[in-house]
């Protein structure tokens, strides 16, 4: 079985500030990792994902993900925020089989 | 198609009607999913299937809810005698392949269901 934790349901940045959006996993397997971003009114699509390889991946939009398994994590990062970067973050892991969504953070960005 | 399909786009019902949610994947994907997610939450994974193995009923909430797929095509959701906490909006999503590597879901608009 796998789970998800994202801390903190609501994320507030300044524009031009450093964006960290946290996610920790559990897998009883390595894990696939997945973020996927939810605009306003928009459905969800996929930013990145860690597969097998190199543990930093990027995405889209200028962010970026680490996967540490000693820690459990994929942190999702991008160093300067937008306003368009407003959004609902959803960090996702695959285990052993179904993918398993963890419960959003919302990304508010401050003027 | 070019992208999932979902129809309803929203559904109003009565509590106690039984509801049906059709999700069309796109054309080759193995993997359907049904997700729903209720105001301010996160996606709760509700079933999975893959190909034409059994699919995973694990995040059904209740006997109310049943998912069926006809190959690897078109899904339907169904909820019998619904109740006010149904209320969401359901999410499809499919993929090229799960068991072989790890594909992009792909998802669609969603149907928003509201039980008055």
């Known amino acids: 079985a796998q789970s998800v934790t994202q801390l903190g349901s609501h994320v507030s940045v300044s524009e031009g500030a450093l964006v960290l959006l946290r996610c920790n996993y559990s897998?009883?397997?390595?894990?696939?990792l997945f973020w996927y971003v939810q605009y306003p009114n928009q459905g969800l699509q996929l930013l990145l994902k860690?597969?097998?390889?190199?543990?930093l991946v990027k995405g889209i939009n200028g962010f970026e993900a680490e996967f540490k398994k000693s820690e459990t994590s994929f942190h999702l990062t991008k160093p300067s925020a937008h306003m368009s970067d407003a959004a609902e973050y959803f960090c996702?892991?695959?285990?052993?089989?179904?993918?398993?969504f963890g419960k959003g953070t919302r990304l508010h960005i401050l003027p | 198609g070019a992208g999932v399909s979902q129809s309803p786009s929203n559904k109003v019902t009565e509590k106690g009607k039984d509801v049906e949610l059709r999700c069309d994947p796109i054309?080759?994907?193995?993997?359907l999913y049904w997700y729903r997610q209720r105001l301010g939450q996160g996606l709760e994974f509700l079933i999975y299937?893959?190909?034409?193995?059994?699919?995973?009923k694990s995040g059904l909430p209740s006997d109310r809810f049943s998912a069926e797929r006809t190959g690897e095509s078109v899904s339907t959701l169904t909820i019998q005698r619904t109740q006010q906490e149904d209320s969401a909006v359901y999410l499809c999503?499919?993929?090229?392949?799960?068991?072989?590597?790890?594909?992009?879901?792909?998802f669609g608009e969603g149907s928003r269901l509201t039980v008055l």
């Open positions: 860690y597969t097998t390889g190199a543990t």
């Open positions: 999503a499919s993929s090229l392949s799960a068991r072989l590597a790890p594909g992009e879901l792909f």
């Open positions: 054309s080759g994907h193995t993997a």
């Open positions: 897998s009883s397997v390595p894990p696939y």
């Open positions: 299937f893959q190909g034409n193995s059994a699919p995973d």
């Open positions: 996702a892991v695959r285990g052993d089989d179904k993918i398993i």
